[in-house]
């Protein structure tokens, strides 16, 4: 009767310890690691070389992000990372290779449907508004060597965001993650060569994909 009760008490406890849901007043914290995959679309570089255009390498970093749960369903989502991307030559161009190299910090905000938080595995989609700003701009020497000392300068950019991703619990605290986002990411390059200044256009629009851990607090 005993050994009944105890393995009784400890099945009890064990049920208790299992996954919890996500609800109102959660804050979920993530870490990802995260793939940055460039869908873009360029314009030709102007003045000076009309047929020509760029292309812009995948990157890949780590990311951290924080979900306010507003209600059982609704959550916001704050993400942060950095990137480096390298800017190489297409058409005219394409001999020089790598043109200039760029960080990118798209902090992006979303608001998030969960359609099951009271279930062990929780798929959600979100929406929302990104602000992409680039930095530490800067012309590779191959650019150099050919058209003279180079300055570069990316315009900042504000765009959409669309996201679905699956919460999955392993602990009462503990969960993976899995995060597909699209980012509407326009900017214009601006290239100082002395007197000369050339343009271009580009449409990144990356998808991202990450995939970590997260904690329920």
């Known amino acids: 009767m005993r050994i009944s009760t105890f393995f009784g008490l400890g099945t009890a406890a064990l049920?208790?310890?299992a996954p919890a849901h996500a609800e109102k007043g959660d804050v979920l914290v993530r870490v990802r690691?995260?793939?940055v995959a460039p869908t873009e679309k360029s314009g030709p570089v102007t003045p000076s070389f009309p047929g020509a255009h760029v292309a812009v390498n995948n990157s890949y970093?780590?990311?951290l992000d924080f979900t306010y749960m507003v209600t059982n369903h609704i959550g916001t989502e704050l993400i942060l990372a950095t990137t480096k991307?390298?800017?190489s030559g297409r058409g005219s161009l394409d001999s020089l290779g790598r043109l200039a190299g760029t960080w990118v910090l798209p902090p992006t905000l979303t608001a998030q449907y969960h359609f099951a938080p009271q279930a062990k595995i929780r798929p959600y989609v979100g929406a929302g508004i990104n602000y992409t700003i680039f930095y530490s701009e800067k012309s590779s020497d191959a650019l150099d060597a050919a058209i003279g000392q180079t300055k570069v300068r990316l315009k900042d950019s504000v765009g959409y965001a669309v996201q679905a991703g699956l919460d999955f619990d392993l602990t009462?605290?503990?969960f993976a993650n899995i995060d597909?986002?699209?980012i509407d990411i326009d900017t214009t390059a601006r290239l100082t060569t002395g007197?000369?200044?050339n343009r271009v256009r580009v449409s990144l629009d990356p998808?991202?994909?990450g995939v970590g851990l997260g904690m329920r607090f």
């Open 85 to 87: 991307h390298h800017v």
């Open 33 to 35: 690691a995260l793939m």
């Open 180 to 182: 597909v986002k699209y």
């Open 61 to 63: 970093a780590p990311e």
């Open 207 to 209: 998808i991202v994909v």
């Open 195 to 197: 007197s000369t200044v």
């Open 15 to 17: 049920l208790a310890a």
């Open 172 to 174: 009462s605290k503990i």
